[in-house]
């Protein structure tokens, strides 16, 4: 079974400039989550969908991040513009569902660098 | 909102020999999951163990267990037999059991981390 993918999985961009982050879960997964992972820190959530509608986007800078999951399978997260504090390894992961005990299952990761 | 501390920022223990990570959290839910994942240097974030809450029972995984503490709202992992591919970045994570209710939301809340090193 493929694993999660993303790309790419480095990115260096100047401040001010936009930049956007690829996400495939595993297959038949309806539940997809971004996490922002800033270096010495644990992930944090910015947003979570099931299938292609927002569940819970608490967390998200909405005034720079956005992001989709038109068809409820690939998904995009986007940043305009970045900031310095935006540099950070952007995770996704994803479920079977939600609102059960089913395990989230990680990607790689984008690690972002802003100049 | 919940909250997970991982007190020990680093810790190393000898090939083969037993090491405890900590893990102490703050909710006010009686029922959840705890997950302890590591992270290796390539930074795949891999599930190592789950417990839920309503489980007096403390997970085992191989050479991996917890200590479930529900009422001192603690959660330590044990590694036993110490292996040098156990090196990585620990995370203690809690997730709402209530997801379902709450319309789904149910994201990790991680702690900062523990780095552990393997002494060959």
């Known amino acids: 079974e493929a694993g999660v993918a993303q790309s790419p999985r480095y990115k260096i961009i100047e401040k001010r400039q936009s930049v956007a982050f690829w996400c495939n879960p595993i297959s038949g997964h309806a539940t997809l989550y971004w996490y922002q992972q800033i270096l010495g820190q644990g992930p944090k959530l910015l947003i979570q969908?099931?299938?292609?509608?927002?569940?819970?986007d608490s967390q998200l800078p909405k005034d720079r991040f956005s992001a989709e999951r038109l068809k409820g399978v690939d998904s995009t997260l986007k940043i305009q513009p970045a900031k310095l504090e935006d540099s950070a390894v952007y995770l996704c992961a994803s479920s079977w569902t939600s609102g059960s005990s089913d395990t989230q299952y990680f990607g790689p990761g984008t690690r972002l660098t802003v100049l | 909102a919940q909250t997970v501390t991982q007190s020990q920022p680093e810790m190393s223990v000898q090939e083969a020999e037993t090491v405890t990570l900590s893990c102490t959290y703050d909710?006010?839910?009686?029922?959840?999951?705890l997950f302890w994942y590591k992270q290796p240097p390539s930074r795949q974030m891999i599930l190592v163990i789950r417990q839920e809450a309503y489980k007096q029972q403390n997970a085992t995984e191989n050479r991996f267990s917890v200590n479930f503490q529900k009422a001192a709202k603690s959660f330590s992992l044990k590694i036993s037999d110490s292996q040098l591919g156990d090196a990585a970045m620990y995370f203690c994570a809690y997730r709402t059991a209530s997801g379902y209710s709450g319309g789904g939301a149910d994201g990790l809340t991680f702690g900062k981390g523990t780095h552990l090193i393997i002494q060959p």
């Open positions: 969908f099931q299938n292609n509608g927002v569940v819970d």
């Open positions: 909710t006010s839910e009686s029922d959840y999951y």
